[in-house]
């Protein structure tokens, strides 16, 4: 089993920045990739990026450029460093990782980007 719980969400204005984090446990050594989807209401999950364990990436190309993500091995965390943020990133953001045992989803984070 694996525990995936992500923080660092909120409200923030058109053009800020936001870091949200998702802290790992329980049998992170299964964990092979993480990445962050998002869902808005009405619409359907959607990827935002992902990362393997060897670091290689990959965003939507809605994100590229604004969007950074990144992981810290040490401390089983991933983060994802929102910047230049759209009204239209305003979405519920949700942690994943894939496993050797099966994928895993965090609780998920509110991002509000006012106008």
């Known amino acids: 089993q694996v525990q995936l719980v992500e923080s660092g969400g909120g409200l923030v204005q058109a053009g800020g920045s936001l870091r949200l984090s998702c802290a790992a446990s329980?049998?992170?050594?299964?964990?092979?990739?993480m990445g962050w989807f998002r869902q808005a209401p009405g619409k359907q999950r959607e990827l935002v990026a992902t990362?393997?364990?060897?670091?290689?990436?990959n965003y939507a190309d809605s994100v590229k450029g604004r969007f950074t993500i990144s992981r810290d091995n040490a401390k089983n965390t991933l983060y994802l460093q929102m910047s230049s943020l759209k009204p239209e990133d305003t979405a519920v953001y949700y942690c994943?990782?894939?496993?050797?045992?099966?994928?895993?989803w965090g609780q998920g984070t509110q991002v509000t980007v006012s106008s």
């Open positions: 329980g049998s992170v050594f299964s964990i092979y990739a």
């Open positions: 990362i393997t364990s060897n670091g290689s990436t």
């Open positions: 994943n990782a894939d496993s050797l045992l099966a994928p895993y």
